[in-house]
């Protein structure tokens, strides 16, 4: 059967959803339908418009298991079924394994990490899930019963990353009420599955659920203003604090840190540096597998960077501060990956040394061409490894030892790379060159020597 045809609710999501950049011209989106209403209905507004934005849509299904093997069984038939209707392929996913608790939480992220695993396979860049403007109150009501800050209270994002790689989360229901999505699924006589779990008043959010169900529709429509209101002043919280930070962070992909100025730092308080430490923790997909900050770790955060020390956190990560860094890593320091090495000669009369300094990045370096050789090798820092660091006194040292003078902790000395040619280490990369490898106006040619780190 043809994909249903398009109705001004389907209009207007497509437009809002255009106008936000959720969804974009030739997106690739795995839609994660369970059977359910809400789900149901994103598969079929989706498909309504696909043709309209250029979109590629397919279904990404995730057996539940845990209802029984016969409820599962008749929702992967039902979103089979779906998906024969709107003519879009459909993709499943296993149950959550055995030994996992039969929690929301741990359902979530089984859901996620497969529909990920999905989405990557078979080459789509988004993720759209069902969640509505109902599903934006309960979570508002959640947190705020929780003590949550506002980042919790900012509610559910329209969309997030999801690590590893560049896939995107995108809720393009967030504003809809779930009533109207029902009376669009009834009028155009198209069926769902209902979980009774979701009734389950034993389960905060259902009995959250209820709650809101006896109250005017409009406490519920309030309650989802008020996150879109807490999230427009959180995105705004979020760009100062990203401009704050922006030309002092420094982040080591084959070290796993991220460094900030401690003294940056020490001026935030509260919500401020829980957005700054969040910020830092993005460029180590600090929250792949999970929440790994609370307040009661942002005021431990703020003891660490009075006293010094370091700092266990949730999920495998770390602070430490040491003189007047802060340093977010991982422990244990996962295993060095060394970079693939790629070198382009340029003659020197074509070279602008002073530009390329201003466009360049640190990944990148120059060297005399001659000096470096015909075979330059990118490779792990050994113990014995000298150099003369460009703008010390021209004399030998331990680049070891230069680490330590420069106050870089073991973890970082430790995940470092340097690029050797004829006459030695020519690059610590992306931290300093040689003095005999610099390039001078006796140079002739220019060897552009990169460490790609993806």
Same mark, same amino acid.
């Given at each position: 059967?043809?994909?249903?045809?398009?109705?001004?609710?389907?209009?207007?999501?497509?437009?809002?959803?255009?106008?936000?950049?959720?969804?974009?011209?030739?997106?690739?989106?795995?839609? =994660?339908?369970?059977? *359910?209403?809400? @789900?149901? !209905?994103?598969?079929?507004?989706? +498909?309504?418009? %696909? $043709?309209? &934005?250029?979109?590629?849509?397919?279904?990404?299904?995730?057996?539940?298991?845990?209802?029984?093997?016969?409820?599962?069984?008749?929702?992967?038939?039902?979103?089979?079924?779906?998906?024969?209707?709107?003519?879009?392929?459909?993709?499943?996913?296993?149950?959550?394994?055995?030994?996992?608790?039969?929690?929301?939480?741990?359902?979530?992220?089984?859901?996620?990490?497969?529909?990920?695993?999905? =989405?990557?396979?078979? *080459?789509?860049? @988004?993720? !759209?899930?069902?969640?509505?403007? +109902?599903?934006? %109150? $309960?979570? &508002?009501?959640?947190?705020?019963?929780?003590?949550?800050?506002?980042?919790?209270?900012?509610?559910?994002?329209?969309?997030?990353?999801?690590?590893?790689?560049?896939?995107?989360?995108?809720?393009?229901?967030?504003?809809?009420?779930?009533?109207?999505?029902?009376?669009?699924?009834?009028?155009?006589?198209?069926?769902?599955?209902?979980?009774?779990?979701?009734?389950?008043?034993?389960?905060?959010? =259902?009995?959250?659920?209820?709650?809101?169900?006896?109250?005017?529709?409009?406490?519920?429509?309030?309650? %989802?203003?008020?996150?879109?209101?807490?999230?427009?002043?959180?995105?705004?919280?979020?760009?100062?604090?990203?401009?704050?930070?922006?030309?002092?962070?420094?982040?080591?992909?084959?070290?796993?840190?991220?460094?900030?100025?401690?003294?940056?730092?020490?001026?935030?308080?509260?919500?401020?540096?829980?957005?700054?430490?969040?910020?830092?923790?993005?460029?180590?997909?600090?929250?792949?597998?999970?929440?790994?900050?609370?307040?009661?770790?942002?005021?431990?955060?703020?003891?660490?960077?009075?006293?010094?020390?370091?700092?266990?956190?949730?999920?495998?990560?770390?602070?430490?501060?040491?003189?007047?860094?802060?340093?977010?890593?991982?422990?244990?320091?996962?295993?060095?990956?060394?970079?693939?090495?790629?070198?382009?000669?340029?003659?020197?009369?074509?070279?602008?040394?002073?530009?390329?300094?201003?466009?360049?990045?640190?990944?990148?370096?120059?060297?005399?061409?001659?000096?470096?050789?015909?075979?330059?090798?990118?490779?792990?820092?050994?113990?014995?490894?000298?150099?003369?660091?460009?703008?010390?006194?021209?004399?030998?040292?331990?680049?070891?030892?230069?680490?330590?003078?420069?106050?870089?902790?073991?973890?970082?000395?430790?995940?470092?790379?340097?690029?050797?040619?004829?006459?030695?280490?020519?690059?610590?990369?992306?931290?300093?060159?040689?003095?005999?490898?610099?390039?001078?106006?006796?140079?002739?040619?220019?060897?552009?020597?990169?460490?790609?780190?993806?």
């Amino acid at each position: 059967m043809a994909p249903l045809p398009s109705s001004p609710l389907a209009t207007h999501l497509a437009e809002n959803a255009r106008a936000t950049g959720l969804l974009r011209p030739k997106d690739r989106i795995l839609v =994660a339908v369970s059977g *359910g209403r809400d @789900s149901t !209905a994103l598969a079929c507004l989706l +498909g309504a418009v %696909a $043709e309209s &934005l250029e979109l590629t849509l397919a279904v990404g299904h995730v057996n539940h298991g845990w209802r029984g093997s016969a409820e599962a069984d008749a929702d992967q038939a039902a979103v089979r079924a779906l998906c024969a209707r709107l003519d879009i392929p459909f993709f499943g996913g296993p149950p959550p394994p055995f030994y996992l608790p039969q929690t929301e939480e741990a359902a979530r992220r089984h859901r996620y990490r497969v529909l990920g695993e999905i =989405a990557r396979a078979k *080459g789509y860049g @988004s993720i !759209a899930t069902g969640h509505h403007a +109902g599903d934006q %109150a $309960e979570t &508002l009501l959640m947190r705020l019963l929780r003590g949550s800050g506002l980042v919790g209270l900012a509610g559910i994002p329209p969309s997030r990353g999801l690590a590893p790689g560049n896939l995107r989360v995108i809720r393009p229901l967030l504003e809809v009420a779930p009533e109207t999505l029902e009376a669009w699924l009834s009028e155009r006589a198209i069926p769902w599955r209902e979980d009774p779990t979701n009734t389950d008043v034993r389960r905060d959010r =259902a009995r959250i659920r209820a709650r809101l169900a006896a109250r005017s529709p409009q406490n519920r429509h309030d309650l %989802a203003q008020l996150a879109t209101r807490l999230r427009r002043r959180l995105t705004e919280r979020q760009a100062w604090i990203e401009q704050h930070l922006e030309a002092a962070l420094e982040h080591d992909p084959l070290a796993h840190t991220v460094a900030v100025p401690a003294g940056l730092l020490r001026g935030l308080r509260g919500e401020d540096l829980a957005l700054a430490l969040r910020h830092a923790g993005a460029f180590l997909e600090a929250a792949r597998a999970g929440p790994w900050l609370t307040r009661r770790h942002v005021a431990c955060v703020e003891d660490v960077l009075a006293k010094g020390g370091a700092l266990d956190l949730p999920r495998g990560l770390r602070v430490h501060a040491r003189g007047n860094t802060l340093w977010l890593l991982r422990r244990p320091t996962p295993a060095l990956t060394v970079p693939n090495l790629s070198v382009r000669i340029v003659p020197a009369a074509q070279f602008d040394l002073a530009a390329w300094r201003l466009q360049g990045d640190r990944w990148t370096a120059a060297l005399d061409a001659d000096v470096l050789g015909s075979a330059p090798v990118l490779r792990p820092l050994a113990v014995n490894d000298t150099f003369a660091p460009l703008g010390g006194s021209g004399r030998p040292v331990l680049v070891s030892a230069w680490m330590r003078r420069q106050a870089l902790p073991r973890f970082v000395r430790r995940a470092q790379c340097v690029v050797t040619g004829e006459a030695g280490v020519g690059w610590l990369a992306g931290r300093r060159v040689d003095h005999a490898h610099a390039v001078t106006a006796q140079t002739k040619r220019v060897a552009l020597v990169r460490a790609a780190l993806s």
